[in-house]
């Protein structure tokens, strides 16, 4: 676990010591501003640490369309649609792989396809995927404290689950 911070530490003292080496006048701005420059730098970074661990085992949108034969445009719009669950980042967009149960004909276990509809429709144009994502990681009680995604495949969790999904989305909604 250290050494993923040292290398987040030492990659980032590397970055800004060369952007800092090709930008002389970033030496002018004043020592404040700078703080407050790190502190943003470092909440993105943790930030995106967290979603990277709440998003779990994933697949990027490209492999996902190269494998389905689905165009990425189409794809796209179906997450925003909320009938698959993906997360944009900066560069690629990250699909999780617990809603599949085959990736290669873009077929959600029944429960993810489920659950993904209580969302949608409890909160309608206020759904965003990094609710589902967030809760997908986050231990219910009415499935027995399990992670959503670690028994989406389970037939026998699926009342909970839809229970687990919709009291979310409602609380969302307050």
């Not at 980032?12 to 701005?29: G, L």
């Not at 698959?84 to 980042?89: A, D, F």
């Not at 085959?102 to 409890?122: C, H, I, Q, W, Y």
């Amino acid at each position: 676990m250290a050494d993923a911070a040292m290398v987040l530490i030492e990659r980032f003292r590397s970055e800004i010591a060369e952007q800092f080496q090709a930008n002389q006048e970033f030496y002018q701005i004043e020592d404040e501003a700078i703080e407050d420059f790190a502190k943003d730098a470092a909440d993105a970074a943790i930030s995106n640490i967290r979603w990277h661990l709440a998003l779990g085992a994933c697949y990027r949108i490209e492999d996902v369309a190269e494998k389905s034969g689905v165009p990425r445009s189409e794809l796209q719009e179906r997450i925003q649609e909320g009938q698959l669950l993906g997360l944009e980042g900066r560069y690629d967009t990250f699909l999780p792989a617990w809603q599949f149960c085959d990736m290669s004909g873009l077929v959600l276990e029944k429960n993810a396809a489920l659950t993904l509809g209580a969302f949608r429709r409890v909160m309608g144009q206020s759904y965003h995927p990094e609710y589902v994502i967030s809760w997908a990681c986050t231990p219910q009680p009415e499935i027995e404290d399990n992670e959503p995604r670690d028994v989406i495949s389970r037939e026998d969790m699926t009342a909970g689950l839809m229970r687990a999904a919709t009291l979310a989305a409602w609380s969302l909604m307050r």
